[in-house]
């Protein structure tokens, strides 16, 4: 039968083959296993376990689910930080009650200020032209009966002596077109000369009087913006013994905080130091289950490869099967093996 030598080849190739597959992927699988359970045993080993820590001030709580995560955590104040606690905070009822009551303390501040505004208003509404003009009024005003008193008794003086009617001293046409001078008695003349003067002194006032008027306008804004900012700092500064009451409880809460800060610090530490052996734990265990792989022998499946490959083989089973001599199979995988070895 000359189709049975190539089907015991054929099919000692494929049994082998099958056979070495099954092995390779028995092998994969105990490696896959081998690997996973590694990156558990470093992701367990990397877990955050926080320490229940206990100072002087307070102790922290964690708390830690049936898998082993953390799932809360908290702290105790001491009995006695909380005592201070409780007197703070009701000193801070009292600080934060007068700080409500600020703005009404502070009121007439506000209310002078913008009396200030107002007033500033008023002085700021004239020009300092307009403010010379009122101002040489007013002062002419106030010297017109003494004016006009000296006028008189210097009348009567001329006319007593004689001199009423005369005039010197006339003036011609100014080169700019402008009058000259009016004949006049000395003594008028003086009258006059003098008035002149005072004028011009008053004038030089009204000039002063106006600047004057527009910086005591801008004073009063000022003025009045500085209250304002009193009022305001009045109001803050009301509030600051409700803020350090405040403060001075935040300060206590976070001495009684530092156990859970000090457990969370030591359990990070420790996270991170399990991280490391895990890290090793896992390279280790990765190559330990790749050695294990690479090393799986299935000594079957190499026999029946070797009997689908080796043809001499093949013939002398197919031979044997069809009744031929045994002398001669036995020949054949002689020769067989040592063409195989050679």
């Given at each position: 039968?000359?189709?049975?030598?190539?089907a015991?080849?054929?099919?000692?190739?494929l049994?082998?083959?099958m056979?070495?597959?099954?092995s390779?992927?028995?092998?994969?699988n105990?490696?896959a296993?081998?690997?996973?359970?590694?990156?558990?045993i470093?992701?367990?080993?990397?877990?955050?376990?926080?320490?229940?820590?206990?100072?002087?001030?307070?102790?922290?709580?964690?708390?830690?689910?049936?898998?082993?995560?953390?799932?809360?955590?908290?702290?105790?104040?001491?009995?006695?930080?909380?005592?201070?606690?409780?007197?703070?905070?009701?000193?801070?009822?009292?600080?934060?009650?007068?700080?409500e009551?600020?703005?009404?303390q502070?009121?007439?501040?506000?209310?002078?200020?913008?009396?200030?505004?107002g007033?500033?208003?008023?002085?700021?509404?004239?020009?300092?032209?307009?403010?010379?003009?009122q101002?040489?009024?007013?002062?002419?005003?106030?010297?017109?009966?003494?004016?006009?008193?000296q006028?008189?008794?210097?009348?009567n003086?001329?006319?007593?002596?004689?001199?009423?009617?005369l005039?010197?001293?006339?003036?011609?046409?100014?080169?700019?077109?402008?009058?000259?001078?009016?004949?006049?008695?000395?003594?008028?003349?003086?009258?006059?000369?003098?008035?002149?003067?005072?004028?011009?002194?008053?004038?030089?006032?009204?000039?002063?009087?106006?600047?004057?008027?527009?910086?005591?306008?801008?004073?009063?804004?000022?003025q009045g913006?500085?209250?304002?900012?009193?009022?305001?700092?009045?109001?803050?500064?009301?509030?600051?013994?409700?803020?350090?009451?405040?403060n001075?409880?935040?300060?206590?809460?976070?001495l009684?905080?530092?156990?859970?800060?000090?457990?969370?610090?030591l359990?990070?530490r420790?996270?991170?130091?399990?991280?490391?052996?895990?890290?090793?734990?896992?390279y280790?265990?990765?190559?330990?289950?790749?050695?294990a792989?690479a090393?799986q022998?299935d000594?079957?499946?190499?026999?029946?490869?070797?009997?689908g490959?080796?043809?001499?083989?093949?013939?002398?089973?197919?031979?044997?099967?069809?009744?031929?001599n045994?002398?001669?199979?036995?020949?054949?995988?002689?020769?067989?093996?040592?063409?195989?070895?050679?």
């Amino acid at each position: 039968m000359p189709w049975i030598a190539p089907a015991i080849s054929v099919g000692g190739s494929l049994l082998g083959g099958m056979m070495g597959g099954q092995s390779s992927s028995n092998a994969a699988n105990a490696s896959a296993q081998a690997q996973i359970e590694a990156a558990r045993i470093a992701a367990d080993a990397a877990k955050f376990r926080p320490v229940g820590v206990t100072t002087r001030f307070g102790a922290s709580q964690f708390g830690f689910d049936p898998s082993g995560n953390l799932s809360s955590a908290g702290y105790t104040v001491s009995p006695e930080l909380k005592a201070y606690q409780d007197r703070l905070m009701a000193m801070g009822a009292g600080g934060l009650a007068q700080a409500e009551g600020a703005q009404q303390q502070y009121a007439p501040l506000q209310q002078a200020a913008q009396g200030l505004f107002g007033l500033g208003q008023q002085y700021l509404a004239q020009s300092p032209e307009q403010v010379a003009q009122q101002y040489m009024a007013k002062q002419q005003d106030l010297l017109a009966p003494s004016r006009e008193r000296q006028f008189s008794q210097l009348q009567n003086q001329l006319f007593n002596t004689g001199r009423g009617g005369l005039s010197v001293g006339a003036t011609g046409q100014r080169p700019s077109g402008g009058a000259g001078l009016g004949a006049s008695s000395p003594e008028m003349e003086a009258y006059y000369n003098a008035l002149a003067q005072q004028d011009a002194q008053l004038a030089a006032g009204a000039q002063q009087a106006g600047q004057q008027q527009v910086a005591f306008g801008t004073g009063l804004f000022g003025q009045g913006a500085n209250l304002m900012g009193q009022y305001q700092q009045g109001q803050v500064g009301a509030l600051s013994p409700f803020q350090s009451y405040l403060n001075a409880t935040q300060g206590i809460e976070s001495l009684g905080q530092s156990p859970l800060d000090i457990g969370a610090q030591l359990g990070g530490r420790a996270a991170t130091a399990g991280a490391q052996a895990g890290q090793s734990l896992l390279y280790g265990g990765i190559n330990a289950a790749r050695t294990a792989q690479a090393g799986q022998f299935d000594p079957w499946a190499t026999a029946f490869q070797g009997i689908g490959q080796n043809p001499l083989l093949a013939q002398g089973l197919a031979n044997w099967m069809g009744g031929s001599n045994p002398t001669a199979i036995s020949s054949g995988y002689k020769q067989s093996a040592i063409q195989g070895w050679e």
